[in-house]
C-alpha cells in the first residue's frame, strides 16, 4: 500500500480509538459494519475534443468499516469513521478484466434518531469526508487514447454518503448494549487523474448502498 495512505490511516485509527476514550462509558457506540454496492457507476469527462461525458457500470462492491459515534442525547449522535472498499472492476467496451479501482473513504458522521416502531427504530444517516483513490495500471490505461497519453498519477476526493436506516436490540445490560443495524442509501465519491501532459481528468463514482452492522453501546 502506498506509504501516505498508511499513515493517514493509522493516525485516524488513533483518533477514532480516542473518540470513545473521551467520552464517558455510557454515551458511546462502536458500529462495525459490512457495506455493499449492488449497483455503481463511475464516470469521466474526458473523451476527445468534444469534452463528452463516459459512464461505466462497476461490479459488485463490499466495503467492511467501523465508526464510533458520541450519543450526544436521544436523538443525535455525531462521530467519526472509516471503510474498505474491496477493487471494483469497470464494464466498458474494449475493456480488460484488470480495470480496477477503490476508494478508502475517512469521514465524519451524523446520525438523528427518527421514531420507534414496534419496537424498531428508525434513523437517518449522513456522511461527509475525504475518499483516498487507488486504481489499477490497466485502469490508468483506459486515457491512453487521449492527447498526453495514459494517467500518470491520481488522487482522491469529496466522499459524502446518506442513508436511512433501522435498529434492533439484541441484548441490554446496566452498563451496555447490542444493537443490529441495518441501512441503504446514496453514496459519492470524487477522485482525478493526471497525465504527462498535465491534463486533468474528473472521476466520480456513484452508488447505492446497503450495510449490516453490530452497534456496541459502551
Known sequence: MNRCYSRVIACFLFLLIQLPLAAQADHVRI?????????GRISSRYWGSNNATEVWNTSYGFLPGIEAYWMMNDRVEIGAGFQWMFNRRVFRNGGVNGE?????????ATRINLMQMNGID?????????ALFRESPEFRDIWSTESGGALTSTTGGMYGSAAIGVKMNIFERPSTGLDFSMEAGYAFYGASGTNAVGKVYPISYQAMLVDFALDWRL
Not at 103 to 108: A, D, E, L, S, V
Not at 122 to 128: C, E, H, N
Open 100 to 108: 480496477t479501482f477503490s476508494f478508502i473513504p475517512i469521514y465524519t
Open 122 to 130: 428508525t434513523y437517518a444517516a449522513v456522511r461527509l469526508g475525504y
Open 31 to 39: 458500529r462495525t459494519s459490512t457495506g455493499m454496492e449492488p449497483y
